[in-house]
């Protein structure tokens, strides 16, 4: 035990004055002769020798720290007994950095124990080739490559040689983009590769080219939704080039707003991402999964306004609206958005009693078409782009690229009582009953000039 005061304002010593008594200075470390710990807490006085001066004596115990221990203490431990509650605070912290064993990130999960039961096996190697370290990586078909996929990496895939080749397409795209090298006529590169840049391309290609390719046979046959999702993971393990790793975060990303994976895979996917919260985009795509396993598939790929946004590092997508009075707003769409959402928040943000009866209608080329309610909004604005492409004619090879408009009006009208909702009177009622044009009095038309919208000045 050691004289101490633990709260810093008791007796600094103790002198023996009388025979018997032991003297000591606050620091000094007294040794019990016979008694417990305990014993010297419970009563007023103990025996002990006093290891500075070598005298032996009784002294009162509420002057001692008792020091929990049955071998001699270092003078350290002892020297903190001494010192103020700061003071002991401040050595208690230095001595934690210096013993502190620096921290270290978890390691990042791979899809290497989920290949085991669900990956097809690794190509066999001659005896020359095992020798090689390099062919050794190979085998790691969970680990980044440069090389195209010879083979679907699921075996549930290997019995359909249709979808196995559209997975190992997929791949290909998914690694090359626009580095501008020419391949190979013989060979045939898939788009994971050459999205990444990982894969040399001979000509550009635009953007929702090859996210077309990537995703399109995923959203086409179930099984390749989960071929799609291994082969973006395997692509981001243990992948050392800077460029090529933010390019397969920005598909992940894609990815995750258009279907989530299987059951089976799920949780693999869900802990590839847990173990990457670091990287800038994992707890998004963590969101994203949650939203796309609530609201199901998407029915068709990513939309050019998707693709650009993730590619200019940008979560968020905005998209101005337009109403009957002439004015606009500008709203949060995401991947996962419905039409029936979107109109929800429009109604809340304009203060409407109720968004019941409008829809949302998008003006493109000479057509105005209102949006279904259940529908995912991208995938009906995707669909009518796609499909006004289709009908009008390629010039010099170039597809004309559209642009177009995003209104919010009343649709429906039996139930519209004039006075009850102040706000909807004055933005919509007034503005679409007075304006001619079957889109403006009754809010739907499929097809309609652009004299019929009232869009902006």
């Known amino acids: 035990m050691a004289p101490s005061d633990m709260s810093g304002t008791g007796p600094q010593f103790f002198t023996g004055e009388e025979s018997g008594f032991l003297s000591f200075a606050k620091g000094d470390l007294i040794i019990l002769d016979h008694d417990t710990g305990e014993q010297v807490m419970n009563s007023g006085w103990a025996n002990g020798i ?10 009162p115990t509420d002057c001692v720290y008792v020091m929990p221990t049955v071998t001699m203490p270092p003078q350290e431990i002892v020297a903190l007994v001494t010192m103020t509650p700061d003071q002991r605070q401040d050595v208690i912290r230095l001595l934690q950095l210096r013993t502190a064993e620096p921290e270290v990130r978890a390691k990042p999960y791979t899809l290497e124990e989920f290949s085991y039961d669900y990956f097809r096996s690794p190509p066999k190697h001659t005896l020359s080739r095992v020798m090689v370290s390099k062919a050794r990586g190979k085998d790691r078909l969970w680990s980044h490559t440069r090389e195209p996929l010879k083979q679907a990496l699921l075996k549930k895939i290997l019995g359909s040689e249709e979808l196995s080749q559209e997975a190992c397409m997929a791949f290909i795209d998914i690694h090359v983009h626009w580095v501008g090298t020419a391949t190979s006529p013989s060979l045939t590169i898939p788009p994971v590769l050459k999205y990444m840049g990982d894969y040399p391309s001979k000509r550009m290609r635009s953007v929702n080219e090859l996210t077309d390719q990537i995703f399109e046979g995923a959203l086409k046959a179930e099984p390749l939704k989960d071929e799609a999702y291994v082969q973006i993971l395997k692509q981001l393990t243990d992948n050392h080039i800077r460029y090529s790793e933010e390019r397969g975060w920005e598909l992940l990303w894609l990815c995750t707003g258009l279907f989530p994976p299987s059951n089976i895979l799920l949780p693999h996917v869900q802990r590839f991402l847990q173990s990457r919260k670091h990287c800038p985009l994992a707890i998004d795509c963590l969101q994203r999964l949650q939203k796309a396993l609530r ?5 068709y790929p990513p939309h050019l306004v998707e693709v650009e946004a993730i590619q200019h590092k940008t979560t968020q997508i905005f998209h101005k609206v337009y109403f009957p009075d002439d004015t606009d707003e500008a709203f949060e769409v995401e991947s996962s958005t419905k039409a029936k959402d979107f109109c929800q928040n429009i109604a809340a943000r304009l203060l409407l009693k109720s968004s019941e009866g409008f829809s949302l209608f998008v003006k493109i080329a000479d057509k105005v078409i209102s949006v279904p309610e259940n529908d995912f909004f991208f995938d009906f604005v995707r669909h009518l782009t796609d499909w006004i492409k289709k009908a009008r ?22 139930t519209t009582v004039p006075g009850k909702d102040p706000m909807a009177d004055s933005i919509f009622h007034y503005y679409q009953v007075s304006c001619p044009g079957p889109l403006c009095s009754w809010g739907y038309s499929e097809s309609c000039g652009p004299c019929q919208v009232r869009g902006p000045k």
Do not use: A
Not at 50 to 59: I, L, P, S
Not at 295 to 299: C, D, I, Q
Not at 393 to 414: A, N, R
């Open 50 to 59: 006093n290891e500075r001066t070598k005298q032996h004596g009784d002294f």
């Open 295 to 299: 609201n199901g598939s998407r029915k």
């Open 393 to 414: 004619p390629i010039k010099d090879g170039v597809v004309p690229s559209l642009t177009y408009q995003v209104f919010f009006m009343k649709k429906l009208w039996t």
